[in-house]
């Protein structure tokens, strides 16, 4: 049974810290390409972060840049997001996505909220 957890989430000052964490079972995780969203209330999904299946390029989006950091380990199956510098824009749900490309596969979580609030 394939899963994907989502963890870390909470409420949070502006110019605070969070460290998301996704962990994947049911599936073979270094294959695939890890990314992250986000969905503010009232607006569409986005991407936030990526990156490539054996961590070696990471991308993002240009309200995160400088203050969001991806990273995966393969090892034990998890990806995470680091989030320096919150902004109350920052707030949403965060979902981890999987994505294997070449067979047209992906698999969501089922979210975390984030909250920056004074």
């Known amino acids: 049974q394939v899963q994907l957890v989502e963890s870390g989430g909470g409420l949070v000052q502006p110019g605070g810290s969070l460290r998301l964490s996704c962990a994947a079972s049911?599936?073979?995780?270094?294959?695939?390409?890890m990314k992250w969203y986000r969905q503010a209330p009232g607006k569409e999904r986005e991407l936030v972060a990526g990156v490539t299946r054996d961590g070696g390029v990471k991308n993002y989006a240009d309200s995160v840049k400088g203050r969001f950091t991806i990273s995966r380990d393969n090892v034990r199956k998890t990806v995470y997001l680091q989030m320096n510098g919150l902004k109350v824009e920052d707030t949403a749900v965060y979902y981890c996505k999987a994505e294997d490309l070449g067979q047209n596969i992906e698999y969501w979580g089922h979210g975390t909220q984030v909250t920056v609030s004074s």
């Open positions: 049911g599936f073979t995780f270094h294959y695939y390409i």
